[in-house]
Every structure is written in C-alpha cells, then in structure tokens.
C-alpha cells in the first residue's frame, strides 16, 4: 500500500521530527497554518478516525497520550488546538490517521 505519512515514519521521505517514541511520530507540517503546526500520527497505518476500532484503538491512545509531551516541546504553554479531518466533506487530503496540532499564536474563531 502507499501511503505517503507511511513513507515519512519510515524515512523514506524526509520530515522535520519533532518527536518519536515506539508508537508514535510527529513532525512539522510541510504547509503552516499557524506559528506552530506539528503532525501527530500513529506508526500503525489506520485511514482516519472512522477506522478506529478494538484492534487499533491502543495506538490512538498513545498518540492523545504523548500530545502534552509534543506541545511543551513545541513550547505551547499557552494552549493549542489539536484537529483532525476525516474524509471528503472533513477535507482529509492525506488517508492516514493523523492529528494537527496548532499554536504559537492566538488562533481565529474556530467552527467547533
Ligand atoms: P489533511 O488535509 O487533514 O489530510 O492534512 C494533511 C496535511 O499534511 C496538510 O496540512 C499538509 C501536510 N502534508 C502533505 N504532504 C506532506 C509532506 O510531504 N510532508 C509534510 N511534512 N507534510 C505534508
């Protein structure tokens, strides 16, 4: 299967890391939309959230599990919003589970 965030957990494709433990990678977003934008993803290949069930759902875990940790890396001491897009209407462009994490700044007014 290809599967381009596959491709970056592998270094096959080089990302800006932020972070890596056994379960988890995060990297910088190739395209910002805040001062902080960091992807948060699942080593485990998992579409979206709408692909999550009993057999994957540990790994989700562990990727909300390390966010706190991602965050004071990135020095988000003052809050951060975390998204993710799942499908068309989400507007989900990469097919692999993965959690933007943004700050740095104040954010604009959000629709949820
Ligand atoms: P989404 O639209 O929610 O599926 O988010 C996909 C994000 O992935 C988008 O913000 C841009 C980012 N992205 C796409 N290709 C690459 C890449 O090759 N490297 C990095 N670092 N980010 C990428």
Do not use: W
Not at 28 to 51: C, E
Not at 59 to 80: F, W
């Amino acid at each position: 299967m290809d599967c381009l965030f596959c491709s970056i957990i592998k270094g096959e494709i080089p990302s800006a890391k932020v972070f890596e433990n056994e379960y988890v990678y995060a990297f910088r977003d190739i395209n910002p939309n805040a001062k902080v934008h960091v992807l948060i993803v699942p080593k485990t290949h998992i579409d979206s959230v709408d692909r999550v069930d009993e057999s994957n759902v540990s790994a989700v875990a562990e990727v909300l599990k390390a966010i706190p940790e991602i965050a004071k890396i990135c020095g988000l001491s003052n809050g951060y919003r975390v998204i993710t897009n799942v499908g068309e209407d989400g507007g989900q462009s990469v097919k692999h589970l993965h959690f933007h994490l943004l700050g740095g700044e104040k954010l604009p007014v959000r629709l949820a």
